[in-house]
């Protein structure tokens, strides 16, 4: 908040702020939910109904280069932002507050884990928060199946010819080095 005002102050005195976001919700631990209620007890209606869960999805999806929208649509954090999206719509006068989306007509404003207290009680059975560290992305040799894509060589630059490998620099011990004593006397309470 401290920066809101110093460039409210500085910059900007139309500065304005649109809303507070909760991230990284873990509906299994008690403090994910104290924090939800003490950010909504402080910013009332500047706090987004909207939660953001801890999910290994939305973790795993900049590693593949992807929003999680793509990467995986049907995820629990890809249905969290869109409705983000959709309420910050809402907020700012995009929308008439009527549901927007196909996923909202299917489940309804109600029915989504997006809030804190029901994404506490879908945390716990969800296979997305196994706590099991993401599997890093592998390296793909064009397929379309693999996650990251290698990038291709245009025909004309691999004809071209490159320059050959340099062998590294040998060093050669130094004959005067191997020579020298240590000139250092050994003190007496050593000898």
């Known amino acids: 908040m401290r920066t809101v005002e110093m460039v409210r102050s500085n910059l900007n005195t139309d500065l ?16 994910s939910q104290q ?9 009332g209606d500047l706090a987004y109904q909207t939660v953001i869960p801890r ?7 900049p590693s593949y280069g992807q929003p999680i929208t793509e990467f995986d649509p049907s995820s629990r954090g890809s249905t ?11 907020r700012v006068g995009l929308t008439s507050g ?3 989306s196909a996923l909202d007509r299917l489940l309804g404003p109600e ?14 059975t969800d296979p997305e928060d196994s706590g099991a ?14 996650p990251i894509q290698t990038p291709e060589v ?14 590294a620099p040998q060093l050669e011990p130094d004959p005067a080095a191997s020579t020298q004593t240590d000139e250092r006397e050994t003190p007496s309470w050593r000898t």
């Open 133 to 146: 560290p993401p599997e890093p992305p592998t390296a793909s040799t064009g397929d379309s199946e693999g």
């Open 55 to 61: 999910t290994v999805r939305l973790s795993e999806a």
């Open 16 to 31: 304005a702020l649109g809303g507070v976001l909760m991230t990284m919700f873990d509906g299994r631990t008690n403090l």
């Open 98 to 100: 009527e549901p927007v």
């Open 154 to 167: 245009p025909a004309g630059d691999a004809d071209a010819p490159q320059p050959a490998p340099q062998p």
């Open 35 to 43: 924090v939800v209620d003490e950010v909504r007890t402080y910013f």
């Open 80 to 90: 969290a932002y869109r409705r983000l999206a959709e309420e910050v719509a809402r």
């Open 111 to 124: 029915t989504a884990p997006t809030t804190a207290s029901s994404i506490a009680q879908d945390a716990a």
